[in-house]
């Protein structure tokens, strides 16, 4: 059978990037499901290798199709940077590193629009690392947005239990309400269904709308976003034929939405901690984060640098398992590469 071929981008070198990968590659059913090569730097590979006291051996490529042709023992990367050790202490910021990093998300991103691979999975990244290297962009959304040339994105962090979409990503939440508009919420909604359907195995997801103010805004009370931007958007979304209710008041839904079976296939978050801090109470270790509304597949983990843990080997690679497991499945769904 055709296994798809994944790029993993290391991720900051200074954080615990380089160890969820080296962790996470030692499972053999991820080998079984896709053939993986990673896009990164020899030296913090190998210490991470070293760190983790894993039995896989480094093997560098000039092209990426030769991680096909690997041993299940051996770890593919494909080099991109040639740091110092002095660019990638441990919980240490760095210029460099961040420069690197960006270079590892823009040749996956290359990669996969060429068919070349047929997905990506990325590791942690340091913002601040990647700004001070004069790459201005909140985070990988963004970037990849940029690479993709799509202005049609919406993150999404996703479990077994809950998958929740934001309306704003990375904002002040001082800015989130002049940002709540029926355009961006309906956009929002649709992107979310059709990035959901294959995850759910339905053509018309079912998808729940948060509101942005306590109690729905109360009549107007608390606020009026629901009843001049949200509200018409689900409206419209239903009209669509799209299977979308709400807007439900976020101080309550979550107990209702974590039921199994779910009740839900995606949810609607309008601002940032709204959706993701209950997402990271239910799936904090084996979350992950899915950019929908690109050209190409790419699930990253749902978790930061982690830079208190990064040396020690003791980070948990579940996330990085389940974003290159999705991100397989993802381009199966798809025909591979």
């Not at 994944?6 to 380089?18: F, H, N």
């Not at 990093?101 to 691979?117: F, H, N, P, S």
Request: charged share 20%.
């Amino acid at each position: 059978m055709h296994k798809p071929l994944i790029a993993i981008t290391m991720g900051d070198p200074c954080g615990v990037g380089p160890e969820i990968i080296v962790k996470a590659l030692e499972e053999p059913s991820l080998r079984e499901r896709a053939d993986l090569l990673v896009l990164g730097d020899r030296l913090a590979m190998e210490r991470a290798l070293s760190v983790c006291g894993s039995r896989l051996t480094l093997s560098l490529v000039d092209a990426p199709a030769q991680a096909a042709e690997m041993e299940p023992a051996t770890l593919p990367l494909l080099p991109l940077s040639n740091l110092d050790l002095s660019d990638m202490g441990y919980g240490t910021p760095s210029e460099r590193a961040g420069d690197a990093v960006y270079r590892y998300i823009r040749r996956a991103a290359e990669l996969c629009l060429t068919g070349t691979v047929a997905a990506m999975a990325t590791a942690p990244i340091s913002k601040e690392s990647l700004n001070r290297a004069g790459h201005h962009y909140h985070g990988h959304t963004e970037l990849l947005a940029e690479l993709c040339r799509s202005d049609d994105y919406v993150m999404m962090l996703a479990g077994d239990i809950l998958r929740v979409a934001l309306v704003t990503i990375h904002e002040a939440l001082v800015d989130v309400p002049r940002l709540i508009t029926t355009e961006q919420v309906l956009k929002t909604i649709r992107v979310t269904a059709t990035g959901v359907a294959p995850l759910c195995g339905r053509e018309y997801p079912r998808i729940a709308v948060l509101s942005l103010n306590p109690h729905c805004g109360e009549g107007g009370l608390f606020g009026v976003e629901e009843e001049r931007f949200i509200r018409p958007a689900i409206n419209q979304a239903q009209a669509d034929g799209l299977r979308v209710e709400g807007p439900f008041s976020a101080d309550t839904f979550f107990y209702f939405a974590v039921q199994e079976p779910p009740p839900w296939d995606a949810v609607v978050a309008m601002y940032h901690d709204q959706g993701l801090i209950p997402l990271k109470m239910r799936h904090f270790d084996d979350g992950i984060n899915i950019t929908l509304g690109l050209p190409i597949i790419r699930t990253s983990v749902d978790h930061g640098t982690a830079y208190n843990l990064a040396g020690t080997g003791t980070a948990s690679s579940a996330s990085m398992k389940a974003a290159i497991h999705t991100a397989a499945r993802l381009a199966g769904n798809h025909g591979g590469s």
